[in-house]
Antibody, heavy 121, light 109 residues
Framework: QAHLVQSGGGVVQAGGSLRLSCVASGFSFGTFGIHWVRQAPGMGLEWVGVTSYDGRNNYYADSVKGRFTFSRDNSQNTVSLLMNSLKPEDTSIYYC??????????????WGQGALVTVSS | QSVLTQPPSVSAAPGQKVTISCSGSSSNVGSHFVSWYQQLPGTAPKLLIYDNYARPSGIPDRFSGSKSGTTATLTITGLQTGDEADYYCGTWDNSVSVVFGGGTKVTVL
């Protein structure tokens, strides 16, 4: 059974940086894309972006493009999200999630437990 | 403003049925598989329905999905108190992004 465990998160001042990590187990990690999704307090889900199975192709939401960067280490079954130039509106719970099969890579079939990021102004 | 449109809330008594609609366009719902996610209070979302109507292992058949044109629908029959949660539809959009609905809160009366 696929399992994703997140770490990182915390409180950071506006303009600062933070890194989140997501460690996977229970599946062939290097075969699947990993998505990041965030949820502001009391709000709905917002897609942040996706890193491909090999880390060579990354797609970002317009709201984070140029500030957020994905990286992955398939030898360690780990994906990281580096967030720079953080803004108060980036305050959210951040989830990593595994993409399903290639034909439906945008179906998120397993999710991490989430990591809270609070950006103070 | 979410790309996909869902009703903010639905409610019904235990044992009854609720339906949740997810309206999109030809660039998302009309062209790609739709998934549904259940988010119980204080927890991460969980995949409930994929490929418009398929259920992952362990999801009871009280949950069903369908799609017609640019609208997808989630139906929950035999409603239980444990079904109280937020439900989100999601799919791919040709603008190169995953898109979600705004979420629907299900209340069991």
């Amino acid at each position: 059974q696929a399992h994703l465990v997140q770490s990182g998160g915390g409180v950071v001042q506006a303009g600062g940086s933070l890194r989140l990590s997501c460690v996977a187990s229970g599946f062939s990690f290097g075969t699947f894309g990993i998505h990041w999704v965030r949820q502001a307090p009391g709000m709905g889900l917002e897609w942040v972006g996706v890193t491909s199975y090999d880390g060579r192709n990354n797609y970002y939401a317009d709201s984070v493009k140029g500030r957020f960067t994905f990286s992955r280490d398939n030898s360690q079954n780990t994906v990281s999200l580096l967030m720079n130039s953080l803004k108060p509106e980036d305050t959210s719970i951040y989830y990593c999630a595994k993409g399903q099969r290639a034909a439906a890579f945008y179906t998120l079939d397993h999710w991490g437990q989430g990591a809270l990021v609070t950006v103070s102004s | 403003q979410s790309v996909l449109t869902q009703p903010p809330s639905v409610s019904a008594a235990p044992g009854q049925k609720v339906t949740i609609s997810c309206s999109g366009s030809s660039s998302n719902v009309g062209s790609h598989f739709v998934s549904w996610y259940q988010q119980l209070p204080g927890t991460a979302p969980k995949l409930l329905i994929y490929d418009n109507y398929a259920r992952p292992s362990g999801i009871p058949d009280r949950f069903s999905g369908s799609k017609s044109g640019t609208t997808a629908t989630l139906t929950i029959t035999g409603l239980q108190t444990g079904d109280e949660a937020d439900y989100y539809c999601g799919t791919w959009d040709n603008s190169v992004s995953v898109v979600f609905g705004g979420g629907t809160k299900v209340t069991v009366l």
